[in-house]
């Protein structure tokens, strides 16, 4: 195992990242199903984000509907409709434009079902996602010579996220609108949320306002404080799927 990153896991109010903390998780596991449905119901009816509300981070353990946990960094993030969200792309292009859920909406969608994998160790195995592709949009703006990366932002005013130019414009990361066939929920990052299928979870930026496309990589939220930034499956964050010989 590599020396743990530096800061707290995405998922876990201050645990340290890797074997440790995935037993940890599998000791919390009677408290959690006994505060499961209380804390699950407040998520739910949209009272904001437990997580935040409970110092110990035990409620970002606990199952929020079919396997998925709630996250978020700040306390409370507002909530948009498809009369008031708003996607921003800009930076080194030609064409900045500026997305509504409708104009969205009315651009091809592509459904991708796929393994939601946390780097804390949690799935959610063969999710559908559905959505526009990221290289549709960069296409559409028209992507400056010299651009090498993109950072991502959220309108919860604090998350961030970064791709390079070439993993943007794979086939299987979307602007997504729709998660397991139903319009994505607040809670899920909904309306919009970008979503990187073949890397850890963290990257899938929730409420995403903004792409800015950019001449280097920007460490994102928590590659900040000490996640990787290329962040595949099986092969980064100390985990290491390669047989050994
Ligand atoms: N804006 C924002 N996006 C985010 C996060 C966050 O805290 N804020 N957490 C990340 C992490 S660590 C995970 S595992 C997933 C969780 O998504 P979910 O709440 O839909 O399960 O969102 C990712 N995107
Ligand atoms: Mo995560």
Wanted: neutral net charge.
């Amino acid at each position: 195992m590599n020396n743990p990153p530096p800061g707290p896991p995405p998922d876990s109010g201050g645990t340290p990242v890797g074997r440790r903390l995935v037993l940890t998780m599998l000791g919390l596991g009677a408290a959690g199903v006994a505060a499961a449905p209380v804390l699950q119901g407040a998520v739910e009816s949209g009272l904001g984000a437990v997580a935040d509300k409970d110092p110990t981070g035990l409620s970002g353990l606990l199952p929020n509907g079919g396997g998925f946990r709630y996250y978020s960094v700040t306390s409370s993030v507002p909530r948009k409709t498809s009369a008031d969200y708003r996607l921003t792309v800009d930076g080194l292009v030609d064409r900045p434009a500026t997305y509504t859920l409708d104009s969205l909406k009315a651009l091809p969608q592509t459904r991708l079902v796929r393994d939601v994998q946390c780097v804390t160790g949690w799935r959610v195995p063969e999710t559908p996602f559905e959505g526009v592709t990221l290289s549709a949009l960069l296409d559409a703006a028209g992507v400056r010579s010299g651009a090498k990366a993109i950072r991502f932002t959220c309108f919860d005013g604090a998350y961030s996220e970064s791709l390079t130019l070439e993993q943007a414009r794979r086939p299987d990361v979307l602007v997504a609108l729709r998660m397991q066939d139903k319009a994505l929920a607040h809670s899920h990052g909904g309306p919009v949320r970008l979503y990187v299928a073949p890397m850890y979870f963290y990257k899938s930026a929730k409420w995403l306002s903004g792409i800015t496309v950019t001449d280097s990589v920007r460490p994102g939220y928590w590659e900040e404080l000490g996640y990787d930034v290329d962040a595949w499956v099986g092969r980064s964050n100390g985990r290491d799927d390669a047989p050994t010989v």
